[in-house]
């Protein structure tokens, strides 16, 4: 059973910075891309960032480029987002994802990924 845990959310200022992390569970997920979503209560979930399994690629939402950066560990089965220049409107829960796919096809993706994270809360104030 594989279980994403994310954490790192919290409040902070408009221009401010936020480093979230998702930590992978049960086993090591080899050549899986992983990637970060947001959501906010009765709205559709939207693509943020994605990452390929070495790192070799990454691939952004146009709202998020130039101020969010995606890396991962794989020795601690980890994806991170760094969040730099956060504005009101990133506003939202955020979640990882795994998937075999690319991160450009998890954007997009109606079928279900492998796997997702409870999320956390990211609240940016004026």
């Known amino acids: 059973q594989v279980q994403l845990v994310e954490s790192g959310g919290g409040l902070v200022q408009a221009g401010g910075s936020l480093r979230l992390s998702c930590a992978a569970s049960?086993?090591?997920?080899?050549?899986?891309?992983m990637g970060w979503f947001r959501q906010a209560p009765g709205k559709e979930r939207e693509f943020v960032a994605g990452?390929?399994?070495?790192?070799?690629?990454?691939y952004y939402a146009d709202s998020v480029k130039g101020r969010f950066t995606i890396s991962r560990d794989n020795a601690k089965d980890t994806v991170y987002l760094q969040m730099n220049s956060l504005k009101p409107e990133d506003t939202d829960v955020y979640y990882c994802?795994?998937?075999?796919?690319?991160?450009?096809?998890?954007?997009?993706?109606?079928?279900?990924?492998?796997?997702w994270g409870q999320g956390t809360q990211v609240t940016v104030s004026s």
């Open positions: 994802a795994a998937d075999r796919r690319s991160p450009q096809a998890m954007a997009v993706a109606r079928s279900p990924l492998a796997y």
């Open positions: 049960g086993r090591a997920l080899t050549y899986y891309a």
């Open positions: 990452i390929s399994w070495s790192s070799g690629y990454t």
